[in-house]
């Protein structure tokens, strides 16, 4: 947007408004303000499209000052629609009495971990019945040691052996499957109800979409999964009557506001550039 303000012959002033937004313009200069008035540009025909509402305030200041204001209201005609989504527990949905079965793929990220601890925190409510890490084996043995998952996996098939030898004096022994298998076995392991999906990038969208062929709920904190693969991934969540949940970030944050609300009562979502990119 573009904003001049030009001093005329006689000692007038002119004020040429160019914008969308809105904006606050101080003018000083000598004698009176006669009176103002916004002039459209030929060009653009803003003011034509736009409900706009123009609000002028005119303070003096030793009768040498005075104050321009404009305001336009958002070219949105009405609130937007409510958001139609909200978590209903369906009647013929299996809720749990004993700890939840659950599988973790990404078990030593940043995700992962804070996974495991929910989970250290709440043993009557969850246990973990598989785990697929990358590459850090150290503590992917301490988490086998701590949490005796059935199956584990590591996507580094050349760690293999380091993984068995960190897991020698383990008391209970899983079965270990190396490689980008090995975490699709964890994703789709038939003991694991809920699927968390914490590993980074796109090599999270083949687990996530065997899994939902497995019909796991996806607790789903890798957002490369529904970028690069959602009107893939979406519908066959639906075919499989399968829940994706968002577990990360601002996602869950979103997801979490919104549980309760009625029909009709959120207009808008506004997220702050927080990280990452936007850094």
């Not at 123009?54 to 030793?62: A, G, P």
């Not at 321009?68 to 609130?79: A, D, E, H, I, K």
Request: net charge positive; aromatic share 4%; with cysteine.
């Amino acid at each position: 947007s573009t904003l001049r303000a030009n001093h005329c012959p006689g000692g007038n002033k002119q004020i040429r408004a160019e914008s969308l937004a809105a904006m606050a313009l101080k003018v000083s200069f000598p004698g009176e303000l006669a009176g103002a008035a916004i002039l459209e540009s030929p060009r653009s025909g803003a003011f034509r499209h736009l409900r706009q509402a123009v609000d002028f305030t005119f303070r003096k200041r030793d009768k040498r000052a005075a104050f321009l204001r404009m305001t336009c209201c958002s070219m949105q005609q009405g609130p937007l629609p409510a958001w139609p989504g909200r978590a209903v527990a369906e009647p013929e949905r299996r809720s749990w009495d004993s700890p939840k079965p659950i599988s973790i793929i990404g078990s030593t990220g940043s995700v992962g971990t804070q996974t495991l601890a929910i989970v250290a925190e709440n043993p009557d409510k969850f246990r973990v019945v598989a785990l697929a890490a990358g590459s850090n084996v150290t503590l992917l043995a301490d988490q086998v040691k701590m949490f005796k998952p059935n199956l584990v996996a590591i996507g580094n098939e050349s760690l293999l052996n380091e993984l068995k030898e960190a897991l020698a004096d383990c008391e209970y022994m899983p079965e270990i499957i190396p490689g980008e298998q090995g975490v699709i076995e964890v994703a789709r392991h038939p003991d694991a109800v809920t699927v968390v999906t914490g590993i980074v990038g796109c090599a999270g969208l083949e687990p996530t979409v065997a899994a939902i062929e497995a019909g796991k709920d996806i607790a789903l904190a890798n957002k490369e999964t529904l970028i690069a693969g959602g009107p893939f991934v979406l519908p066959l969540a639906h075919k499989h009557n399968v829940k994706i949940l968002p577990a990360d970030s601002e996602h869950s944050a979103i997801f979490q506001c919104i549980q309760g609300l009625s029909e009709g009562s959120l207009r808008r979502v506004i997220l702050t550039a927080s990280g990452g990119a936007f850094r």
